[in-house]
Nanobody
Framework: VQLVESGGGLVQAGGSLRLSCAAS????????MGWFRQAPGKEREFVAA????????YYVDSVKGRFTTSRDNTENTVYLRMNSLKPEDTAVYYC?????????????????????WGQGTQVTVSS
């Protein structure tokens, strides 16, 4: 699976962006998808995750109520809608794929659990 993120950019605080992550390969629906971010000088951190069919999502507390992840398996794409952006959301955002079963799902917040990564897209929120 190859992943390509897009949709990053510069936005003022309070603004919105929608990130997309397009996947190649025929097994997209066999993967849970995660979003991570890495700010300068900081470790990569978990942001959100979604199970194989979009029925279950998880978010880190700092983005709950502001960010929404969704997926379209017919388009092999996962999305991260980011509203009410804050300067502390500034980071490079990465999508990642984890090969999973279609049974009960618990999000993996450990980046080492993911099998494939995109190249990242920069999100900068100005104050």
């Amino acid at each position: 699976v190859q992943l390509v993120e897009s949709g990053g950019g510069l936005v003022q605080a309070g603004g919105s962006l929608r990130l997309s992550c397009a996947a190649s390969g025929r097994s997209f629906a066999s993967h849970a998808m995660g979003w991570f971010r890495q700010a300068p000088g900081k470790e990569r951190e978990f942001v959100a995750a979604i199970n194989w069919n979009g029925g279950t999502t998880y978010y880190v507390d700092s983005v709950k109520g502001r960010f929404t992840t969704s997926r379209d398996n017919t388009e092999n794409t996962v999305y991260l809608r980011m509203n009410s952006l804050k300067p502390e959301d500034t980071a490079v955002y990465y999508c990642a794929a984890e090969l999973t079963s279609r049974g009960p799902y618990t999000a993996r917040t450990d980046l080492h659990a993911y099998d494939y990564w995109g190249q990242g897209t920069q999100v900068t929120v100005s104050s």
